[in-house]
């Protein structure tokens, strides 16, 4: 999960994202793992990983986590349409379970779609299936399935890193369970003698969790029958309104008969025809709908289960209704291409970490850096993006990250030789430096470039100068008028850059100043060889990995950014020859228009005040700029005295200035709240109002009611209103959970609607970097590379024996490592051995303890 790789007809340089979430609870009901799981899933040949995190609560005594990734680029031989046009208008969606958490654009008139879009998202439940639906769009009807692909999440693992091609299933809806949530039946089964012919079977306790929501509601009844050869008993429970964990808390009696050869008093199950019979629950959404009501799944349990005991109490999941769906050929379906990535990690509290982390933490402080832990790390991952990533956000958490970065760059810059190449190759000093400037840079990012970017991807204006590629005269014009346009914007907004990244740029420039004196450029392209190479670049290539545009852009508007793109890293370079640096003749014809003074002082300017350890403030950004927006239902916020608090749909749109809503996209704002109103954003408790994903938006003087789409749309909203509204000086430090009805609260049921609240707020976001690190789920990611790398890490202890005792000519099998003191970092390297294999103790005894405590059945 390594490298983004990007498809054949882009032209970028290699980018990469990285994605976890923290479950909030242990020991839940899944017995094949110990916890919740987190998904990262795309439609795209590209591989990225997001850069979003959620605070974890200390109290937890262990939990797993799960990072998954998984991409399906194209599908092919879908089946054509019965027409005389025969293409289909496909578009692609992605699943967890039965819920839709993604779609894909159109791709109109194709039987072999590529959509070359990513998508990834934080999953905040548990899941049975990651599931992919091909739709063909029918503008008069109900859009038709064409078939889905369903990966359980125990068979994720099979799939890791492999691109693959899936056979697209059939869907069917009495098959479509096998998609749901994770559900269970509980059943209390008691066989008792009512009199010497027959007994009874006595079903209670029938419940329910995780039920799915089908048309945005669930009201769910339970039908039980008792099965056997000459009989099919049926009875129906009550109708449960509005709930997805019904109780329904209803007895049903079934005769059981027993041989009438039967002599012994006590009633025994074995000798009777019991164990011929099976009791069979099936639950159903009740429907208003002339469709019927819509099966949910179903339980079959043989009463042999019952055993001596007579009583069986267990937990099942719901199956798909037996031979309900409709044959189909599944090779006439079509396939899917996905490419699924996947790793866990068990976080232990804190104190478990510490002698690893410490090691870690003074890496800055060693003397050589190349002895210390974190580069260590670097030296024996396979890619040094598998080191930076965790590291970057360690000593992000810690408030270290500037003085680490720091000393692996002047170590780096020490054994560069020309200073051309400084910084060229994929170092564990570049691959820092990339990901502190994807995670302290996404807000920089979307203030400078995206308003630009929005206009270039609406205006569709063609900007083409391969005379190859042209059918009329060059479009040079449009093209220069949008380099223009995005170099102005870029090099004016130095003041906005973060501090974070001011204060690393400062120290390259510093380092390569002092490393090549004769050099006067330098100072200039330590920095422009990431600010615009690695910054600006790719988030013009590719704007929808960084959270610019919502999908990837049409073929026309792709070529344009690219043409755009290249230029813009060119004047940044500040090269000696600028037009040797385009391999077409076209793009250094092009390039003459900007080859004036006035474009390099602007450059360096901008290098100048960026790569100054100055304290800007992002606070000063005064530009409104629309950062998430789209349709949600909110409940009336109650400020008349009279007349109905009801549900609304409506357009919400979400600025750095505030967050409104309207009742259709385009219109006036019915309600606008300032961001600096928003004293906090939190979920809010099923309960109160028997809906899912709902969140509050909590003002001085009431709070805001909200639903979500999905489960992945709610944790979004959310994660983008707490970050906004992370410095606000008013901020609440507990809220409650539960909604304010019937004239009090429902979760501490005080009276006064203006009562404190009873829950801590979670944890909010460091204002400066947008990110919320979890330092010990980053130990324990570094903790696994170690023990995954264990070889390499002893390889390299027999280097520094080797170093240390023998002084003539390298081993070649040693060569690979670049060891600068022998006994500091055989030193380093014994400390990081012993805490990886006290770590490993503790796994084994965890996975060993929670194996034996686990029973099959149980919740």
């Given amino acids: ?129 990651l599931s992919f639906y091909i739709f063909d769009r029918d503008v008069f009807r109900r859009d038709s399935s064409i078939g889905k692909v369903a990966v359980k999440k125990e068979d994720l693992q099979k799939y890791h890193g492999k691109d693959t091609w899936f056979q697209l299933q059939p869907v069917s809806a009495d098959s479509e369970v096998q998609t749901s949530k994770y559900q269970e039946i509980k059943l209390k089964i008691l066989l008792s003698e009512a009199q010497l012919g027959c007994g009874s079977l006595l079903v209670s306790g029938n419940c329910c969790q995780g039920l799915p929501i089908v048309n945005g509601q669930c ?195 020490n054994r560069t030789q020309d200073p051309n190449t400084i910084f060229r190759g994929n170092s564990l000093t570049s691959k820092c430096i990339d990901e502190t400037m994807k995670l302290a840079g996404m807000h920089y990012l979307q203030v400078t470039l995206k308003p630009i970017i929005d206009e270039i991807c609406t205006e569709h204006k063609s900007c083409e100068i391969d005379p190859v590629k042209l059918k009329e005269t060059s479009l040079s014009e449009n093209l220069r008028l949008y380099v223009d346009r995005i170099f102005n914007v870029i090099t004016t907004s130095g003041v906005r850059c973060p501090t974070v990244m001011c204060d690393i740029f400062f120290s390259l420039r510093e380092s390569a100043a002092t490393r090549f004196q004769v050099d006067q450029d330098v100072r200039y392209t330590a920095v422009s060889s990431f600010i615009f190479l690695r910054f600006f670049a790719p988030a013009i290539l590719s704007p929808n990995l960084f959270h610019l545009r919502p999908h990837h852009p049409d073929p026309a508007t792709s070529r344009t950014l690219t043409l755009i793109s290249k230029t813009i890293q060119t004047l940044g370079s500040l090269a000696k020859s600028k037009s040797a640096n385009f391999k077409e003749s076209y793009m250094a014809a092009f390039y003459d228009y900007f080859n004036e003074q006035k474009y390099a002082d602007a450059v360096k300017n901008f290098l100048d005040l960026i790569s100054t350890s100055g304290k800007w403030d992002q606070k000063s950004i005064e530009t409104p700029i629309m950062l998430k927006e789209g349709f949600m239902i909110k409940r009336a916020q109650g400020r008349n005295r009279f007349g109905m608090k009801n549900f609304k749909k409506r357009w919400f749109r979400l600025t750095n200035h505030e967050f409104t809503y309207h009742k259709t996209k385009g219109e006036g704002a019915l309600c606008s709240i300032p961001i600096e109103n928003i004293l906090a954003v939190e979920r809010l408790e099923e309960e109160s109002f028997k809906m899912k994903n709902m969140f509050q938006v909590i003002q001085p003087e009431r709070a805001l009611y909200i639903q979500a789409n999905n489960c992945v749309e709610a944790r979004d909203w959310i994660d983008i209103l707490t970050k906004v509204s992370q410095c606000n000086r008013k901020r609440l430090s507990t809220y409650h959970p539960s909604a304010y009805l019937n004239g009090h609260w429902l979760c501490c049921k005080l009276s006064a609607d203006s009562a404190p609240g009873c829950t801590p707020c979670t944890g909010g976001l460091p204002a400066n970097i947008q990110l919320d690190v979890d330092g010990d789920r980053e130990t324990e990611r570094i903790y696994s590379l170690f023990s995954t790398y264990m070889t390499k890490l002893i390889k390299m202890q027999e280097a520094c024996g080797s170093k240390s005792v023998y002084d003539g000519p390298e081993q070649e099998e040693y060569s690979s490592f670049v060891i600068d003191d022998p006994q500091e970092t055989y030193k380093t390297l014994k400390q990081i051995i012993s805490a990886v294999q006290t770590l490993e103790q503790q796994h084994t005894k965890y996975k060993r303890d929670k194996f034996k405590k686990t029973k099959i059945g149980s919740q």
């Fill in 219 to 413: 009201d769910p009844y339970a039908a039980v029958s008792l099965l056997g050869l000459s009989r099919s008993e049926a009875k129906k429970t009550k109708v449960k309104r509005k709930t997805n964990n019904p109780q329904f808390d209803e007895v049903f009696y079934f005769e059981v008969t027993r041989p009438p050869s039967y002599t012994k008093r006590q009633f025994d199950v074995e000798e009777e025809d019991v164990d011929k019979l099976a009791l069979r629950v099936d639950l159903w959404n009740a429907s208003n709908l002339k469709f019927g009501d819509e099966f949910l799944g179903g339980v079959r349990v043989p009463l042999r289960v019952l055993g001596q005991a007579g009583v069986h109490d267990a937990w099942y999941f719901l199956q798909p209704r037996e031979n309900g769906g409709k044959s189909v050929k599944v090779e006439d379906l079509g396939s899917l291409r996905l490419n699924i990535v996947y790793t866990e990690d068990h976080v232990f509290p804190s104190e478990h970490y510490t002698p690893l982390r410490d090691l870690l933490l003074d890496s800055a402080n060693v003397e050589p850096v190349s002895a210390s832990a974190a580069h260590t790390l670097g030296e024996v991952c396979r890619e040094k993006q598998e080191a930076a990533i965790p590291l970057v956000r360690l000593f992000l958490h810690y408030g270290k990250i500037v003085p680490f970065i720091s000393a692996i760059a002047h170590a780096e810059i």
């Fill in 1 to 129: 999960m390594n490298r983004l790789s990007f498809s054949r007809f882009q032209e970028v340089s290699h980018t990469d994202f990285f994605f976890i979430h923290r479950s909030d609870s242990l020991d839940t009901t899944d017995k094949n793992l110990f916890s919740h799981v987190t998904l990262l899933a795309a439609l795209s040949s590209l591989q990225p990983r997001p850069n979003v995190y959620v605070s974890r609560t200390k109290t937890l005594r262990v939990e797993l986590i799960i990072r998954a990734a998984g991409f399906g680029g194209e599908a092919k031989n879908i089946p054509p349409y019965p027409g005389p046009n025969r293409m289909r208008d496909c578009y692609c969606t992605v699943n967890l379970d039965q819920e839709e958490v993604f779609r894909t654009k159109i791709v109109e008139k194709s039987l072999c779609p590529f959509y070359g879009e990513d998508f990834y998202c934080e999953i905040p439940r548990s899941f049975r299936h």
